[in-house]
Every structure is written in C-alpha cells, then in structure tokens.
T-cell receptor, first 113, second 111 residues
Framework: EAQVTQNPRYLITVTGKKLTVTCSQN?????MSWYRQDPGLGLRQIYY???????DKGDVPEGYKVSRKEKRNFPLILESPSPNQTSLYFC????????????FGNGTRLTVT | GENVEQHPSTLSVQEGDSAVIKCTYS??????FPWYKQELGKRPQLIID?????GEKKDQRIAVTLNKTAKHFSLHITETQPEDSAVYFC??????????FGKGTMLLVSP
C-alpha cells in the first residue's frame, strides 16, 4: 500500500531534550516536506526536500533541522525543543515539487513541557 | 512568495444545502490549485484539484472553479451530508514553487 509513515504518533517531552520524528514513503517520490499545524494558522511549511541531499527552508524553519540521505526517508530533528514547538506535525511527499498532489502522513502530535 | 487567503473560517449549513469556500492567491504564476479535506484527528487528503488551463472541474457533489484574472478559486459542495463536516484547505503553487496553504475552513453540516 502506497503510504507516508510517521513515527511516533504522539510524543511528550521536556524543554531541551533532543528528539527526532521519522518519516518514510514507499512511493519513490522525489519531493518531501514537513508542515506544522496550529489552530487558526493552517499548515505552515517547515522544510522541504526536492531530492536526496537537497533540502531548503520553508516558512517556519527556526528550531528545526532535516536531512535527506535516502530518497524514502526525511526525518525532522528538534535539537533543543521549546514549548512553542508544541504542535501537530505532518510529513508529506509528492512525485514533484509544486504542481503535484501531496500525500500526507498520519501526523505526530508533539507536546513540549 | 505566494499568499493564499481563505474565507470563511467557519461555515455552518443544514444537510442538503450547498457550501462554498473561497480562496484568493497573490502570485499570478501559480498554476495548480488543490483542495484538501481534513476530518477530525486525521491527515489532510486531496479531494479535488484544478490547473490553470481549466476554468471548472467537477467530481460528483464537489466542484472547483478558477478565475485566473481575479486570482481566486472556489470549492462548491452540493447536497451536503454530515460526513462532509471537516476542515477544508485550499492551496496554490506554480511551476517549481512549493504549495502554500490557506488557513482552513471548518465546515459543519447539521442533520
């Protein structure tokens, strides 16, 4: 089954404790992206990647890192999480950038205390 | 960069009524306009999309219209049902740019 898999689904952590949210897709998509969803603010892009070893900042990249060492994986790294990073995070992929439908993962709800 | 405005933020209708959600975009180079539906606790899923060479597209009870001159596009849902209740997001992208999303519309369909 074609899908985007994120883990974990729920995560509670404390300020400053490094964490990684994993994302994997099995559709051989070139483009992958991370979004955060906050009430009233919609979906805001954090980082995206057009292909292996190619990443770029989205609209809200501060406090986040990503890597794209393999085509299928695109982990989101929070080196020193803060409470304002409490949010619902979605990973997504598509065959190409821009004019292609996005396939979303099931989301990761992160709480930073 | 692209800016997408979406209205209304909430929309309540009675079952069987029609619902219309409107979006405007700023970048005249945008040429791809998808709509996503997000049910409570679920991921956004594509329900319909339109490209700039088409003015209207229909899929059963859902239709999208695009006015390139005015830079706005709309989602039309006819004969609404309770299962249409969800948050709907519009988005716009052009060429090699990434998708920019509107802030979403919460649609509530009352039986």
């Amino acid at each position: 089954e074609a899908q985007v898999t994120q883990n974990p689904r729920y995560l509670i952590t404390v300020t400053g404790k490094k964490l990684t949210v994993t994302c994997s897709q099995n559709m051989n998509h070139e483009y992958m992206s991370w979004y955060r969803q906050d009430p009233g603010l919609g979906l805001r892009q954090i980082y995206y990647s057009m292909n292996v070893e190619v990443t770029d900042k989205g609209d809200v990249p501060e406090g986040y890192k990503v890597s794209r060492k393999e085509k299928r994986n695109f982990p989101l790294i929070l080196e020193s999480p803060s409470p304002n990073q409490t949010s619902l995070y979605f990973c997504a992929s598509s065959p190409g950038q821009g004019s292609s439908p996005l396939h979303f993962g099931n989301g990761t709800r992160l709480t930073v205390t | 960069g692209e800016n997408v405005e979406q209205h209304p933020s909430t929309l309540s209708v009675q079952e069987g009524d029609s619902a219309v959600i409107k979006c405007t975009y700023s970048d005249s180079a945008s040429n791809y306009f998808p709509w996503y539906k997000q049910e409570l606790g679920k991921r956004p899923q594509l329900i319909i999309d339109i490209r700039s060479n088409v003015g209207e597209k229909k899929d059963q009870r859902i239709a999208v219209t695009l006015n390139k001159t005015a830079k706005h596009f709309s989602l039309h849902i006819t004969e609404t049902q309770p299962e249409d209740s969800a948050v709907y997001f519009c988005a716009a992208a052009g060429g090699y740019s990434t998708l920019t999303f509107g802030k979403g519309t919460m649609l509530l369909v009352s039986p």
